[in-house]
């Protein structure tokens, strides 16, 4: 599912893609999964109590909402020049990175969360019903 999102502040809506390719994309990039990044969680055991303590770092791992956001950025580009669609290509993650003047981290985690569930965790009758809604638009 293609989204858009003005991540810079720039007024320009650019187009992003969250889907398997993107998870490939992340991967190839950064030698690591989106969803373990995304998503991620560790179980930690305590040998004392023999419990098993559970360390959610969704909510603190801000660098994996920006590799996710570029890595859609990046997966809607490619798709647009496969359509061969005009298309503003996007530099390697370092340059895009040195290149963006700010961001706001709170709302880009949203806007990943968000475009991870709905293009990766959609169940095949969400996603029929999806198609159906942007087909009477």
Known sequence: MVLTYDYDGSGIER???FSAYTLMVYEQEFKKGLIEDVYGRIAVPNKKSGETLIADYTIDNWQAYVRALWAGLKAASDLAAA?????????????WCMRVPSLDLAEV???????????????RAAANENAQEEGEQ
Request: with cysteine.
């Open 83 to 95: 359509d061969r669609r005009s298309v503003e290509l996007v530099p390697s993650y370092p340059e």
């Open 15 to 17: 187009e992003f893609l």
């Open 109 to 123: 985690s949203r806007f990943v969360l968000d475009g991870c569930n709905r293009g990766l965790f959609r169940s």
